[in-house]
Every structure is written in structure tokens, then in C-alpha cells.
């Protein structure tokens, strides 16, 4: 799915290095940020749950997973400003679906894509559903849940892969409240205690150990931080050794 901050186009590289993590004693692969599951649709593993705070875009991936043939191929302008105006009417799996796939870079609610070409009316949000569509058979095997990664029942995740794609520090927030991320980094080393942790971030903590990295061009404004050489960024994957016995402490 056209998602802000899709992994999609890194898959084919950052994919084998996760799926190393994963042997025959991996008890499950969990993503607590699973954005448009542009990754956990081609991890292999027998057990997948993928998490996210956004309601409506769980509710969007339910439906894509169990109904696909009864989400609509195009979404009008007027359809757009309707439901931006009056989320409350409608389910959240619509509004989901009207928010991402008929935006501009697919930005939630971020103004209705209108084709360059102009050919016809709602061309961009076919385009985006299309996707959504190829993808949907993908999702059969995950089980999809909205929570926050602080609402995890943490006693109950051991012997997992955890793979998070946080929203990259100093960029564009995918909700309105900031992202806790000093609660996240303690989360990460607690759960690191039973599980392997790998983080996509640009920059992490001293105790994070850089696995894998590669230059990249950040396409949207929203994954620009002032600052930035040109728009070159380094993407990362990190791994958290709890093995070593450190405690994540912020000094
Ligand atoms: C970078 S995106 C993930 C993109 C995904 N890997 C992909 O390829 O489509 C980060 C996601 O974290 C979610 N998020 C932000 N805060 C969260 C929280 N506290 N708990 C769970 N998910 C959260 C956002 O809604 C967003 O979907």
C-alpha cells in the first residue's frame, strides 16, 4: 500500500536481512509499526502480527485482507472532501481508504491527488487502490491489531523477531502528538531481554548496534530535517544487545 515512509522500495534489501533473524524456533514476527505492512507482507514466518496506532488504517488493512472485492476502484474529489468533513459517518476501514488512497503521497487527509495528466477524475486513487488490491492476498497469513507498542502485552512476546519502523526522529509526525521516542528505546531493551529488536532509524542510542545501512534520497518533504545535505539520507537497521546486560539509561 502507498504509505508515508513505505519500506517498500528498501524490501528487497532490508527483507533478507530480517528473515536471517528468523529460524525454525522463531516463535512469531512482530511489527508494532506496521504502517501500509510494506514489509511484513513479504517476511515468511508462520506467525505474523503487525501493530499500529492509526485506527483507521488497521481497519483499512482488515478489509483489504478479508473483503477486498468490496473496496471501490476509485474515489472522487467530491467522495474526498465529503468524508474529510465527516469522518464520524462513516466506518473506519472508508475513511481509511478515502485518507490514504486519495491523497497526494498518499498523506493522511493531505489534499485530494489530482492526476497531473488530468485525464480523468480519480485516476491517482485507482492507481493507489490498485496497489492496495495486489497486495491484499499478501496479508492473508497477518493478523492485524490497533495499539499502541506501549499497550503490548509484554509478558506474553518471547522467542519473537520484532522489526520496528518508527517514525524517523525530526521528521514529519504521522499523528498529531509526538513520538514517545525515550519510552521507546527503554521499551526496545526490555523486550530485547526475550526477543531479537531490529530498528529502521537514521540514528539510534549508543547501546543500538548498526547491522546494515545504505545512502538513499529522501523524496518527500516529510522525510527531510533541516539541516539535510541535499536530500541524501543514510537509512539504518539496528539491533539492540540486551545480551550484554546494559539497561538503556538516557545519561
Ligand atoms: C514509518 S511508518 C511504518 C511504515 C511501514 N514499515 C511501511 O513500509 O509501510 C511508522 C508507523 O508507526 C505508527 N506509529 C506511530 N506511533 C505509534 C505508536 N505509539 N504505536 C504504534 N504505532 C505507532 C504510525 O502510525 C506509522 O504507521
Redesign the pocket.
Known amino acids: 500500500m502507498w504509505?508515508v515512509?513505505?519500506?517498500?522500495k528498501l524490501s528487497k534489501e532490508l527483507v533478507p536481512v530480517i528473515q536471517s533473524y528468523i529460524t525454525k524456533d522463531t516463535k512469531g514476527y512482530l511489527e508494532?509499526?506496521?504502517?501500509?505492512?510494506?514489509?511484513i507482507d513479504k517476511i515468511k514466518c508462520n506467525n505474523k502480527i503487525g501493530?499500529?496506532?492509526?485506527k483507521e488504517?488497521i481497519a483499512l488493512l482488515n478489509k483489504a485482507k478479508n473483503e477486498i472485492d468490496n473496496i471501490p476502484d476509485i474515489i472522487s474529489e467530491e467522495t474526498y472532501n465529503e468524508v474529510k468533513n465527516n469522518k464520524s459517518k462513516y466506518e473506519d476501514w472508508y475513511v481509511g481508504l478515502v485518507g490514504f488512497c486519495a491523497t497526494f503521497g498518499a498523506k493522511w487527509f493531505g489534499g485530494y491527488a489530482r492526476s497531473k495528466a488530468d485525464k480523468y477524475n480519480g485516476e491517482k486513487t485507482v492507481m493507489a487502490i490498485k496497489n492496495l488490491k495486489k497486495q491484499a492476498p499478501n496479508l492473508k497469513d497477518v493478523k492485524l491489531k490497533n495499539c499502541?507498542?506501549?499497550d503490548l502485552p509484554k509478558d506474553k512476546i518471547k522467542g519473537y523477531v520484532i522489526y520496528c519502523?518508527?517514525?524517523y526522529r525530526g521528521t514529519t509526525k504521522?499523528?498529531t502528538e509526538a513520538?514517545?521516542y525515550e519510552e521507546f528505546y527503554k521499551w526496545a531493551n526490555e523486550m530485547a531481554k526475550d526477543n531479537t529488536v531490529l530498528i529502521s532509524e537514521y540514528n539510534m542510542p549508543k547501546i543500538f548496534k548498526c547491522i546494515w545501512q545504505k545512502e538513499t534520497k529522501a523524496n518527500f518533504d516529510s522525510n527531510r530535517k533541516l539541516g539535510d545535505e541535499g536530500n541524501k539520507r543514510v537509512e539504518k537497521l539496528f539491533v539492540c544487545n540486551a545480551d550484554n546486560g546494559y539497561i538503556y539509561d538516557k545519561n
Open positions: 504509505y515512509g513505505s519500506k517498500n508494532p509499526f506496521v504502517g501500509g505492512a510494506n514489509m501493530c499500529d496506532i492509526h488504517l499502541s507498542f506501549l519502523d518508527i517514525p504521522y499523528k513520538f514517545p
